[in-house]
């Protein structure tokens, strides 16, 4: 009965997008107030409903009711509470389920948080999430639908795959989600700025928060995932270049571009068309990337059980979409004026600059990513495109960016004085450049990419307090504190999320110079040395899980004769898909982490065991989570506070008028 | 050409390949060996250890060379296929026992009908290697002169075997 | 000493503390093999390295290289060994061909295009706006706005 309950409710949300896709949208065309007013109890009905649906799903999990099609595949008797909630996103069917309910958590928070806006404009943003949440719906409820039965019921369900069964299965995707979907919102906002031809700098002031907000879910997301494969996969990586993996890279590295963009065209009101489009591009990558995983056009060691013609549903909804998208661009666009000047060097083209930089690195992924697809098409032969490559391209690409973000936020709006940069930036670069060749040679090697990698990260960290001196001395105020707090939150924000930038940088840039690992057959009281650790290996033992079988290795870790920690790695056995796991055993540290592996059994109770030194990996995403706190930060300033409370839309007006005098 | 144009024609174009690729299997990968020669071996007969297979026995004959194993499930699947085939008489389909336990593989074959000649043992897989196996069943079609003309990757069908196979070893065998 | 060593063997279960082997028997080659290993990929597995593989192929083609290690063949002599039988598809790193050469350029075409559409575009701006007083002027006033909408809220 609850499963129909779910089913039924999804059948109603898509009645209700339909209508929420349509006559808001109509009504802000006629100027009909009665049919704009609409959007918003269809989006919160909406909402409602697909949380039933997803109640209803997670229901069946819960009681574990085989006679669901799609819990008899994805769960089992055995398979604690926790993991069976996590399966609602597990495959396909519920995975879309929890899309769609991202979706409408979104739209219901633009109805908490749109009462600033014209009426013409909410409707618009709110028909246009109705749209593409009809899509999903109508995808679900005819080629992939959570709650079809099973009869006669199973008498037991066929597992998730023990890879998932990991805490990062029950974070990882809501977060990505949450920031894919979110870019939905930005994209509306574009789309109904162009179809009502107001796109000013009004709408890039309202558009901001809202892409900084996904923006710090997919960044958070993406590195859970990283943080995910890292101690699941038991290979110690970080990032594979998985297409899988590029698919959720892209959108933010358009979302990235899109956050400086708009910062542009808020301030200056310039480069509208270029922020529209890049606001269509992150959505549109997002709706890409769940292409890829979805249809099997792409081998990768995350996809999805894949079926043709989901992908041929996923696809002909993408064209329709995005195809419709860029078509309303290519038609209104010409008309968008050009706003406020500012010259060839200021923080403007510099924050464009960054964009050209950001969108080539995009590019390389994306090319990448399809090329492989490409060739075969043409049938000019089978290739794989992997880490080599992106590395090879990518990091090129970025390395400018990543310079330029020293020199960006200290150059003025309008117009900067490059030579009077350069006398700001002398000691920054001075002290950046000694320390970062210094640096690796009190580490113990050097390497050009060493060196290169600390001195980005170096140069970033100090033109950041460069700036932040410089920006403190114009502050009004007496004490320290004061002029602190006088500081607006955004400005902190970037400041912090470019620091988080270094952090990343510093992160990548050690581990990949001074990781060490061994590999080696460790007998029962035989030891083994890696970066100044001595492990000693004190055996395995059986032991019993919910619904695994494991042996468990002892690791007595020591240093300078001091015991450091105890480590546990474990090798599972999943009866029920009968799949063995290797669950490593990983000390985290500020400056490093330890990672043990157990390979295979050897004879006597000796094992083949894999240690890593991994030098400061932690601060790979300990940067993403500062980048994303930067988000936050820049998110809870002062000015988007009181866009929330003001009630009366004064800004377009002003905006309009002024854009097209300029036009 | 209107320059905002641009983005949707590079959709369109993206789109279009996507399209493509629905209908493409990621996985299989073209082999480069075929239009080359067949690379040699000599390797112990599966029913009698005792005797050599090798290939050059073969030459100025047109025949299928099956990679397979008792472990494959793929092999079940297409080995009502193999026996028709044998069954016909139309090209001779030698055996590759892929990596596989001597006993299992004869009780395999006793169970499901042989539908080969003769087959050699690649115990390492060192022959497969060679010939750019990656996963079996794999089955090749060389010709008189030892040239590898057609490969197939995984389990043969009725279709495969009408439409390419038949064909392609009539056309071998007339020149 | 060696039948020390010896019977130390033949007593399974006897603790006591020693160096652990490495698993390889010659470490240098091993070294050599990773190094390789992580650019193949892995022609059975979904999307992995021939280094981070467990699947039996991926063994022998490990136990190949090994042997062609030994043997002293080059780097290139071991990959053209590999590509002539499985092709292109086992480099992660694709090679420079025609076929490839746009996926090699293309993203620093992409660099160059931006960077002159970006300088032409804003040389064009700099033409058409000589006047940039109006948008402070605006900007002040939604300034002001802004301020007067807190006020009444």
């Given at each position: 009965m609850i499963p129909e309950i779910g089913q039924f409710a999804l059948i109603l949300a898509l009645c209700v997008a339909i209508v929420q896709g349509s006559l808001p949208i109509y009504g802000a065309a006629v100027g009909n107030s009665a049919l704009m007013s609409m959007a918003k109890p269809a989006a919160r009905g909406q909402f409602l409903l697909v949380l039933i649906a997803f109640c209803c799903l997670g229901y069946a999990f819960a009681v574990k009711d085989f006679s669901v099609l799609y819990v008899a595949a994805t769960s089992n008797s055995q398979l604690p509470l926790h993991y069976r909630l996590a399966a609602i996103w597990g495959a396909h069917e519920g995975s879309l389920l929890l899309w769609t309910f991202i979706l409408t958590v979104w739209m219901f928070a633009v109805t908490l948080f749109s009462a600033h806006l014209p009426e013409t404009m909410r409707a618009r943003i709110l028909g246009v999430m109705g749209l593409v949440s009809m899509g999903f719906l109508l995808f679900m409820l005819s080629v992939s639908n959570p709650f079809e039965r099973l009869i006669p019921a199973a008498a037991d369900g066929r597992d998730l795959n023990p890879l998932l069964q990991d805490p990062g299965m029950v974070m990882h995707p809501p977060m990505l989600y949450m920031g894919y979907v979110g870019f939905?919102?930005?994209?509306?906002f574009a789309i109904a700025a162009l179809l009502g031809g107001n796109l000013d700098a009004a709408w890039a002031r309202w558009s901001r928060p809202w892409t900084t907000v996904a923006w710090c879910f997919l960044t958070v997301g993406i590195a859970l995932g990283s943080g995910w494969a890292y101690y699941e996969l038991g290979w110690g990586g970080w990032w594979f270049w998985d297409p899988v993996e590029n698919a959720s890279f892209m959108p933010w590295l358009a979302g990235t571009a899109l956050i400086h963009s708009l910062a542009v065209t808020d301030k200056r009101g310039g480069f509208k068309v270029w922020t529209v489009l890049l606001a269509i591009m992150a959505f549109s990558l997002s709706l890409l990337g769940t292409f890829?995983?979805?249809?099997?056009?792409?081998?990768?060691?995350?996809?999805?059980?894949?079926?043709?013609?989901?992908?041929?549903?996923?696809?002909?909804?993408?064209?329709?979409?995005?195809?419709?998208?860029?078509?309303?661009?290519?038609?209104?666009?010409?008309?968008?004026?050009?706003?406020?000047?500012f010259d060839l060097v200021s923080r403007e083209s510099m924050l464009l600059a960054n964009n050209v930089l950001l969108i080539a690195a995009l590019g390389s992924v994306l090319l990448g990513t399809l090329y492989p697809l490409f060739l075969d098409a043409l049938d000019l032969g089978k290739i794989s495109v992997g880490p080599p490559y992106f590395d090879a391209v990518f990091a090129p690409l970025m390395t400018p960016a990543l310079f330029l973000m020293g020199i960006g936020p200290l150059a003025q709006w309008k117009k900067a004085n490059l030579p009077e940069l350069a006398m700001r930036l002398r000691w920054a670069f001075g002290v950046s450049l000694v320390t970062a060749l210094a640096l690796p040679f009190v580490l113990g090697k050097w390497t050009p990419l060493l060196s290169l990698g600390l001195l980005l990260a170096i140069w970033i960290v100090t033109t950041a307090a460069i700036n932040l001196r410089e920006r403190l001395a114009h502050v009004d105020g007496s004490s320290l504190a004061g002029r602190l707090a006088a500081v607006p939150r955004s400005y902190w924000g970037m400041l912090l999320a470019h620091c988080g930038i270094a952090v990343f940088v510093v992160g990548v840039t050690m581990v990949k110079g001074f990781e060490t690992e061994q590999d080696v057959r460790m007998n029962v009281g035989e030891t083994a040395t890696i970066g100044g650790y001595t492990f000693r290996f004190d055996g395995a033992q059986d032991i019993m899980g919910p619904n695994y079988t494991a042996a468990r290795g002892t690791f007595h870790v020591s240093r300078d004769g001091r015991d450091a920690t105890v480590m546990y790695p474990e090798k599972r056995r999943y009866p029920v898909q009968n799949q063995i796991?290797?669950?490593?055993?990983i000390d985290s540290g500020l400056l490093r982490d330890l990672y043990v592996s157990l390979g295979e059994p050897l004879e006597d109770g000796a094992w083949s065991v894999r240690l890593y030194y991994k030098p400061f990996v932690d601060w790979i995403w300990g940067g993403c989570l500062i980048m994303a706190l930067g988000g936050v930060l820049a998110v809870s300033d002062r000015r988007y506070r009181l866009a929330w409370r003001r009630e009366e839309p004064a800004v377009p007006a002003a905006t309009q008028t002024a854009g097209r005098k300029v036009a | 050409m209107n320059r905002f144009l641009l983005p949707l024609s590079i959709f369109v174009v993206v789109v279009g390949f996507l399209a493509v690729g629905l209908t493409l299997n990621p996985r299989e990968i073209p082999s480069p060996l075929v239009g080359k020669s067949a690379p040699d071996f000599s390797l112990p007969q599966l029913h009698d250890q005792g005797k050599v297979f090798s290939s050059n026995e073969l030459t100025g004959k047109v025949w299928l060379l099956n990679f397979w194993a008792s472990w494959c499930s793929g092999c079940k699947t297409e080995h009502p296929v193999l026996m028709q085939l044998a069954q016909s008489g139309e090209v001779p389909i030698y055996g590759m026992d892929y990596k596989d336990q001597r006993e299992e593989a004869l009780a395999w074959l006793r169970r499901w009908g042989n539908p080969y000649p003769v087959t050699a043992v690649d115990e390492s897989g060192r022959v497969g290697i060679n010939y750019g196996v990656y996963g079996v069943p794999e089955t090749y079609v060389i010709d008189k002169q030892g040239v590898i003309r057609y490969k197939q990757i995984g389990p043969l069908d009725d279709d495969v075997v009408a439409k390419k196979i038949l064909p392609l070893v009539k056309e071998l065998q007339a020149k | 000493m060696s039948w020390l060593a010896l019977i130390m063997l033949l007593m399974p279960g006897l603790a006591w503390a020693g160096e652990a082997k490495p698993l390889a028997e010659d470490p240098v080659a091993e070294a050599r093999l990773k190094h390789l290993a992580v650019e193949l990929r892995c022609l059975v597995c979904q999307n992995q390295t021939l280094a981070d593989s467990n699947a039996p192929l991926a063994e022998d083609l490990r136990r190949?290289?090994?042997?062609?290690?030994?043997?002293?063949?080059?780097?290139?002599?071991?990959?053209?060994?590999?590509?002539?039988?499985?092709?292109?598809?086992?480099?992660?790193?694709?090679?420079?061909?025609?076929?490839?050469?746009?996926?090699?350029?293309?993203?620093?075409?992409?660099?160059?295009?931006?960077?002159?559409?970006?300088?032409?575009?804003?040389?064009?701006?700099?033409?058409?706006?000589?006047?940039?007083?109006?948008?402070?002027?605006?900007?002040?006033?939604?300034?002001?706005?802004l301020s007067q909408g807190v006020k009444r809220s």
């Open positions: 939905s919102v930005a994209f509306a890829l995983v979805r249809s099997g056009v792409l081998t990768s060691v995350h996809a999805f059980a894949t079926d043709p013609k989901r992908g041929l549903f996923i696809l002909a909804f993408l064209a329709v979409v995005i195809g419709g998208s860029l078509l309303l661009y290519a038609w209104r666009a010409p008309r968008v004026g050009l706003g406020g000047g796991m290797t669950e490593a055993a | - | 190949e290289v090994r042997e062609m290690i030994a043997k002293n063949m080059s780097d290139q002599e071991i990959i053209d060994f590999l590509v002539q039988r499985y092709g292109d598809f086992v480099l992660y790193r694709p090679p420079w061909k025609m076929t490839t050469t746009l996926l090699w350029i293309g993203p620093f075409l992409l660099l160059v295009g931006g960077a002159i559409t970006l300088v032409m575009a804003l040389r064009r701006r700099g033409r058409t706006l000589t006047d940039s007083a109006v948008t402070d002027e605006e900007h002040r006033r939604v300034e002001q706005l």
